[in-house]
């Protein structure tokens, strides 16, 4: 079993900038995605961006240019900073990680969530 913590939400003017981590533990061989999602109020999920085991990264839109996924494999935590953040980005963020368990079996997992919101 793999549990998923993440951190550094918070309330942030437009403009500034957070860090989200998502942090795993438990069985974990190798990370083959990490993944952020995040859903606004009366929305649906919505894909963010995307980090494959190779380390090609791939973004929504929306944050394109503004947001930045990142691994740290010796940690076995990922990474979002976002920055000049505007009020549409407003949303609880969570992360997905598809991991190799020790033993070769796969599992999907996703974090608890954490609240971003920005204010205009």
């Known amino acids: 079993q793999v549990q998923l913590v993440e951190s550094g939400g918070g309330l942030v003017q437009a403009g500034g900038s957070l860090r989200l981590s998502c942090a795993a533990s438990?069985?974990?061989?190798?990370?083959?995605?990490a993944g952020w999602y995040r859903q606004a109020p009366g929305k649906q999920r919505e894909w963010v961006a995307t980090?494959?085991?190779?380390?090609?990264?791939n973004y929504v839109d929306s944050v394109k240019g503004r947001f930045t996924i990142s691994r740290d494999n010796a940690k076995n935590t990922v990474y979002l900073q976002m920055n000049s953040l505007k009020p549409e980005d407003t949303a609880v963020y969570y992360c997905?990680?598809?991991?190799?368990?020790?033993?070769?079996?796969?599992?999907?997992?996703w974090g608890q969530g954490t609240q971003v919101t920005v204010s205009s």
């Open positions: 980090m494959l085991s190779g380390g090609s990264t």
């Open positions: 997905n990680l598809k991991v190799v368990h020790v033993g070769w079996t796969r599992g999907d997992y």
């Open positions: 438990g069985s974990i061989f190798s990370i083959s995605s």
